[in-house]
């Protein structure tokens, strides 16, 4: 397998974003149960709630936007209250979006040994991470890890088109060029099926794929025509063993 350029994922990949997303949401979710109180259904059922809002929002507000994640949890505030002919406080909403908004500022944090894999690379590397535009850059400059990329991709979809159009953009050729990140939906198979190769980086947070989940969707057989192009590896520091 001959790599000349890679194209990396960030959340989950370099840094551990899973937990960072869902801490919020559970902070928001509380907030809907103390003021509905028997009236709230579990929390669980607030944050699916929430993510079937934002799954239908993704294509018009951008994936997890600044806009879109907290106003999820507004709107769900606002049906339960109806449910329970509740008048809203606005009080509480105001305090639901501040909850969720929290996702935006903290601190991250990069997976052991990132920093040292990156400076090892020593081929074209090419950021390609999905989000809204303000957060992803907040997370690259939080970590630092800007310095270490040739260029940065922060797009709002992640198929098939989008790494089309990142090869022809950047010059690169498909068949020496790989996509390395954790999810099998945006990072693995659009890439494979735009003709590069794919390492699917295996974590602890893989069980946490939130489009996937309300999907009811796997990802784990790749087909027998990508076999060749694709490898699993445990962690984003095994990729050197395959770039040399």
Known sequence: MEIKS??????????????????PQLDAAKLICIDLMWNAPYPTTIIKM??????????ELGYISKVCFPLSYVKVYEELCAQSNKEPNHKIKGAIIDAASKFFLQEYCLFDGVLDTLKAITIPKIMVTRGDLDIQNYKIDNTGLRPYFDHIEIVNMKNTETYLDIVLKYGLDQATTVMIGDSYYNDILPALEAGLHAFKVSSA???????KEHRNETHEDIPEKFRDKYIKIKNFNEIVNYLG
């Open 6 to 23: 890679c194209l990396i994922d960030l959340d989950d990949c370099l840094i551990p974003n899973a937990h960072t997303y869902y801490l």
């Open 50 to 59: 929430a993510t079937d809002i934002q799954l239908a929002n993704i294509k």
């Open 205 to 211: 947070l893989d069980s946490v794929d939130w489009e």
